[in-house]
């Protein structure tokens, strides 16, 4: 589904009123080897962090508990204990996400960042040609392909 969001009227055009909008494209990068290996210091880097973060929360905790009387005991668990589970969940989507960068074949497509571009919409214009998806593809840090990819659907129906 395509992000649109209008951001102002531009001055009349040619063939009338035209109106800018913001549209989200998607940045894919083909995995390569050295891609690849960036990934995956990236997910080490980040399971490092979060795996930091747990142990001084834990630490933290123990020593709230010692502070606190017992009365405040359950505020003191749900509160640490939601914020650890959270860095654990991070950790198993990022051990998931590892496994599949280890997994999938030199040349796939990965999914990078979503970017934001402006383009004009006027009075005149096919929509469906402003509804197609834009993707940017990388590849060792070079753009090799700018692409529109067309939808199947139209969002507003459902079945």
Known sequence: MSDFREIGHLPPGKRGEAVRIEKTVL????????????LLKKISTEKERLNTEMGQLRFQYQ?????????????????YNTEINKRGQRIESLNFRESKVKTLPTGSLVTGEKVQ??????????????RLEDEIIIEDDI???IRSKGEDEDDSVRH
């Open 143 to 145: 753009v090799r392909e």
């Open 63 to 79: 020593k709230q508990l010692k502070e606190q009387s017992g009365r405040n005991k359950s505020a003191i668990d749900s509160k």
């Open 27 to 38: 940045v894919r990068h083909v995995l390569t080897e050295d891609y690849r290996e960036k």
């Open 117 to 130: 571009r402006y383009t004009d919409v006027q009075v005149g214009d096919r929509w469906s040609e402003h």
